[in-house]
Each structure stands twice: as C-alpha cells, then as structure tokens.
C-alpha cells in the first residue's frame, strides 16, 4: 500500500514540479529557525509568548466587531464585550508580562502531557492492540516530559515553549524541504 506523501508526489501536477525550489527554499528556512529557537529557546520562548498575545489582542477586536453586529440582542451584546475584554487582558498580560505568560503556558502543556500520556496508557491496556508496548512507552514518555515540566517549573518555563517551538519548526521545515526535493525529482 502506497503512502498519501507518495501518491501526492508521484501524481503533482508539472506546474508544480516546476516550483521546486520555493518548498525547498522554505523547508531550508524553517529548519534554520527551527535550530536557533533550540539554540535559543529563552529568546524563542519570549518571542512565542510575544506572538500568542499579540493573536489574542487581535482576535479580541473581532470578538469586539462580532459583539457590536448583535445590536438589540443585549444579552449577547454584553457577553461578547465582556468576553472581548478578558481576550485583550489576557493577550496584554502576554505581550507586557512573557516570563509570567510562559509559565501558565508551561503548566498547561504539563498537564496536557500528563493527562495524554494517561490516556495512551489507558487506551492501550483496555483496547486489546497490536503493539502494546508502543503505546505504553508513548504514554510513559508524555507522563515523563509533563512531570519534568511541572516539577521544573518556574525554571522550566524559560525554555520549554521555546524548545518545543523550535523542535516542531525544526520537524515542519525537513517535511517541507524534503517536499521540494521530491518535487525536483520529479522535474528533471
């Protein structure tokens, strides 16, 4: 059985073998960034939690636009001013106040780790898989990483979104480089 990358690689239109090189060029990109928020996860971090409050400031003026079209229903008027209000506070505290925003981050993706894990775990034992032991290392290893989190927190917090945020960009951009080269295969 043939994979979806395969089968989408192998049936690109030319038109879009021809652009090989912005995927490549993107994909090389995204792998640099990806390796200086590792390199520098406090910087990388505060800039994340720079960004996450700048989206939610932004996102609280659609709440505030959405609100004010639902003139003569006050009810739902005052809930979504309201609701735009706690955005802007929120994102206002994350673009003047990083380091405290990194931390109640960090302690989100803690117990999301944990409760991932346990739930792996859980599903793993009572649905009856073929390989078990797969899916109990990966629920060990996000109860290991969430505990680590937590319990290292608030020092943990200066790197972890920083870090995360790197791997994932480091991730992205071979997908999408390798992506490009694939397509440059093709057009040759």
Do not use: C
Not at 64 to 77: C, D
Not at 135 to 155: C, K, N, Q
Request: proline fraction near 2%; avoid cysteine; hydrophobic fraction near 65%.
């Amino acid at each position: 059985m043939q994979q979806q990358f395969d089968v989408f690689v192998g049936e690109a239109p030319d038109v879009l073998a021809v652009h090989w090189g912005l995927p490549l060029g993107l994909g090389a990109i995204l792998v640099v960034l990806g390796v200086l928020a590792i390199i520098y996860a406090q910087a990388a971090t505060t800039i994340s939690v720079r960004i996450l409050g700048v989206l939610l400031m932004v996102s609280s003026l659609a709440v505030f636009a959405f609100g004010v079209s639902l003139a003569g229903f006050w009810t739902e008027f005052f809930v979504h001013i309201i609701w735009a209000a706690l955005i802007l506070i929120a994102g206002l505290m994350l673009v003047t106040r990083p380091a405290i925003g990194a931390v109640a981050i960090t302690m989100l993706l803690a117990i999301s780790f944990i409760v991932s894990g346990v739930l792996s775990i859980s599903f793993a034992l009572s649905a009856h898989v073929d390989n078990l032991w797969l899916y109990l290392f990966e629920g060990f290893v996000s109860i290991v990483i969430g505990t680590m989190l937590w319990v290292g927190r608030p020092f943990s917090s200066i790197w972890a979104i920083g870090t995360l945020v790197g791997i994932d960009l480091l991730f992205k951009g071979s997908a999408i480089f390798f992506l490009g080269w694939s397509l440059r295969a093709i057009s040759a």
